[in-house]
């Protein structure tokens, strides 16, 4: 197996970035989610009701800063495109804390099983694509780790799945059959909920080698 794809998304619910290389902490990859919106009220808002959000693109800039279409997180600009989707009051804000991610740090999809969905994978927003994965192999997957070099990624379990895979990643549109197909397929469950046990660096064509539980209780202790 090996790393085919890594995806960074700096501003969370937004479009996001494939990279090459990535740096790995016990807080994910580095740069991802560290800017997300709330309204006026100081709720953090998702594309799962604001899907719009989508359709703007995040990435870094060389110096590790945010970047929404071209134009710094902060830009007065970004501001108004966020308040023009969720409502007067609404704003970026910055957040590296753990508390920034909805389930764990890091999302981890395979190739085989982003082709038994049948569609784009970036629908399901994963941080590291494995290939060399046959079919649903990672329904059996949790409760062992991924040794990526001297990177650690622990597996806890299959990530539920939410109404933001039934927006077309391009062009916007809503197909609610893609939900339905997932509960229908996977009992409503597709890639793995994942968090980095140790860290390091990580490069698209790496081999990846699934470890056994025991293994990774070693790396713990």
């Known amino acids: ?39 006026a ?3 953090v808002i998702t594309a799962r009701t604001h ?13 590790g800063e945010p970047v929404v279409d071209g134009l710094l997180w ?3 600009k970004v501001r108004k495109d966020v308040v023009d989707i969720v409502g007067p009051g609404a704003r970026l804000v910055r957040d590296e804390s ?17 082709a038994a969905f049948g569609h784009d994978g970036r629908r399901l927003r994963p941080n590291l694509v494995i290939g060399g ?8 997957w949790p409760g062992q780790c991924l040794r990526i070099g001297e990177v650690m990624i622990g597996i806890q379990d299959l990530r539920g799945r939410c ?23 996977f009992g409503g469950t597709l890639a793995l909920n994942c968090y980095v046990i140790r860290g390091g660096e990580i490069r698209v064509g790496n081999t990846v080698e699934l470890v056994r539980h025991n293994e990774c209780e070693t790396v713990r202790a």
């Open 98 to 114: 753990i508390d920034r991610f909805d389930v764990l740090p890091l999302l981890v999809a395979t190739d085989g099983a982003i």
């Open 51 to 63: 899907h719009r959000l989508l359709g703007h693109h995040a990435t870094l800039n060389v110096s």
């Open 133 to 140: 994965v046959e079919g649903l192999a990672e329904r059996s």
């Open 74 to 76: 902060s830009d007065p």
């Open 163 to 185: 109404i933001m895979t039934t927006f077309d990643p391009d062009s916007l549109k809503q197909d609610r059959q893609v939900l339905t197909g997932i509960v229908q397929k």
């Open 41 to 43: 009220r100081g709720h």
């Open 1 to 39: 197996m090996k790393v085919a794809q890594i995806w960074r998304y700096p501003v969370k619910s937004m479009g996001g970035e494939k990279v090459t290389r990535a740096i790995l902490s016990s807080l994910g990859i580095e740069g991802d989610r560290v800017v997300h919106v709330e309204d």
